[in-house]
């Protein structure tokens, strides 16, 4: 079943955090990461908006965490956490309606 892993963060430093991205996205890709929405555009209705929101669909969440376990990614994620604060990150299955 998919998975979203979902992240909303403030950057402190974007030079930093614009290495993260570039570093991290072929080790998204090497897990079938896919992001489905992403970036600093965003409407609060509710709360406080966070400066980057992401959402990545992965198929499963074995693949998620494999990803986020990755010995590579845990050298970039250093990264993004140096380069960022209020972080949230949380994966969430996919939403099935029961049957009726």
Request: hydrophobic share 40%; charged share 25%; no cysteine.
């Amino acid at each position: 079943m998919p998975v979203y892993l979902i992240a909303n963060y403030d950057v402190e430093d974007s030079e930093a955090h614009d290495s993260y991205i570039l570093a991290a996205d072929p080790i998204l890709v090497k897990h079938g990461g896919e992001i489905l929405a992403a970036g600093d555009e965003v409407k609060e209705l509710e709360g406080q908006a966070r400066m980057v929101n992401v959402i990545i669909k992965f198929e499963s969440e074995a693949s998620a965490m494999d990803f986020y376990n990755d010995p590579d990614y845990k050298r970039v994620k250093q990264i993004r956490l140096d380069s960022t604060k209020n972080r949230t990150v949380i994966l969430a299955p996919q939403f099935v309606f029961p049957p009726m």
